[in-house]
């Protein structure tokens, strides 16, 4: 079996599929793309295509560190946002060439489902109580909301108190038993978020999602010196080598990988079980997709270290197409008691709407996070 073909679809709402083809007639999908970027990161899997085109797509291993290793230049979101969707899409060739789901390729499944959690906004919400019991009426037990709204290196405890009162709200709505993902989304610098941490412990968060920027995760000992609420980061990490620090140094508790950015099913299992040996948790980030979704599911499959997973259903970003849009059969990834099961077809287990795919791709998009700014003019972190 020889690649033929690899073709990328830039759709809305923000997201880019591949496919990629063989002599044998088995497609496989994957999901390339860094949210703003998508673009970019199409250019990149096309260069990198110049070197699968007449290989086996079964070599994973061996595919994946020549895209990666060949070049002198390694590593980073883009490059390795396109290798992720090269490699989701071979592991769903190789599903469906051996009649396997990609899950039962890596060692078999150590769990039948996995938690999910669904986001409510939190920033600059209206009513961030109503949105979490809405979302757990809807059978979800957890939720994840943004915790601040900008913030400078040191700013005022007016906008302390304003977030603190948002998680309040939340947790007033829900009662105690909900989960409670708080995301400072970098947005928050090591002097406020020494603040904030400790004001929000009696709310009993979850976690706490991106405390510092991930360039200054050196922080992190300082931050997690202040609060024992578990503390996440990894959504804006690429590799197991970028993990390697964060986990040595020992202060996070949560690792959120994303598996169209690190580097796909391939690299992601690798860095789970790093982090299993430093007793850390696993729970993807995946704001994304249905394929993304569910080369997060196959891993968690396999990871005993996962615990939730994010998913897109209903997210502010995803206003007109929606994570089940581009999918023949949406009942794969139909959600119960707060959990959804993995996924058990052959290769990733979803069935893409090409069709679908392809009429929407002649819309495409051009989404770009937006650009914030302080009072005083200079740029704030998104």
């Not at 899950?103 to 906004?121: D, F, H, K, P, T």
């Not at 992190?220 to 990894?234: D, F, K, N, S, V």
């Not at 390697?244 to 992601?268: F, M, N, R």
């Not at 287990?349 to 795919?357: A, F």
Request: charged content about 25%; overall charge negative; proline content about 5%.
């Amino acid at each position: 079996m020889k690649i033929t073909h690899l073709e990328c679809f830039i759709v809305p709402p923000r997201w880019c599929f591949l496919k990629v083809e063989t002599d044998e007639g088995i497609v496989g999908w994957g999901e390339p793309v860094i949210e703003g970027r998508a673009h970019t990161v199409k250019a990149a899997v096309e260069e990198l295509s110049e070197y699968l085109i007449g290989k086996d797509p079964l070599r994973i291993e061996d595919h994946w560190n020549v895209l990666y290793r060949s070049g002198f230049y390694r590593g980073g979101p883009i490059l390795m946002s396109a290798i992720a969707g090269i490699d989701q899409a071979l592991w769903d060739i190789k599903g469906k060439y051996f009649n396997a789901p990609v899950y039962q390729l890596l060692g078999g499944a150590c769990r039948e489902s996995i938690r999910v959690y669904s986001w409510i906004g939190g920033d600059r919400p209206s009513d961030v109580g109503k949105a979490a019991k809405d979302i757990v009426d809807a059978g979800f037990t957890a939720v994840k909301m943004n915790g601040t709204e900008e913030l400078q290196y040191v700013d005022s405890y007016d906008k302390i108190d304003r977030a603190v009162e948002r998680i309040a709200a939340v947790r007033e709505a829900v009662g105690n038993d909900i989960g409670i993902g708080i995301d400072f989304h970098g947005r928050v610098h090591k002097p406020m978020a020494k603040i904030l941490v400790k004001e929000l412990e009696p709310y009993r968060p979850m976690f706490i999602e991106e405390p510092v920027l991930p360039e200054n995760n050196e922080a992190l000992r300082e931050i997690a010196q202040h609060t024992h609420i578990p503390i996440a980061t990894g959504e804006r990490m690429f590799s197991r080598w970028d993990f390697k620090g964060l986990l040595t140094d020992g202060y996070v508790d949560i690792i959120q990988p994303d598996l169209s950015h690190a580097g796909g099913i391939t690299e992601c299992k690798k860095i789970a079980s790093m982090a299993e040996a430093y007793d850390v948790a696993l729970a993807p980030h995946c704001p994304l997709g249905p394929i993304a979704l569910a080369s997060c599911l196959h891993v968690d499959a396999t990871a005993h270290n996962a615990f939730i997973q994010e998913q897109s259903l209903g997210i502010h970003y995803n206003e007109g197409s929606d994570l089940l849009d581009y999918l023949s059969d949406p009942s794969v990834f139909d959600y119960e008691d707060g959990h959804v099961k993995i996924p058990q077809g052959p290769g990733l287990g979803i069935s893409v709407n090409e069709e679908k795919v392809r009429q929407l791709a002649t819309k495409g998009h051009q989404w770009k996070n937006p650009v914030w700014r302080h009072r005083d003019g200079s740029v704030a972190e998104w």
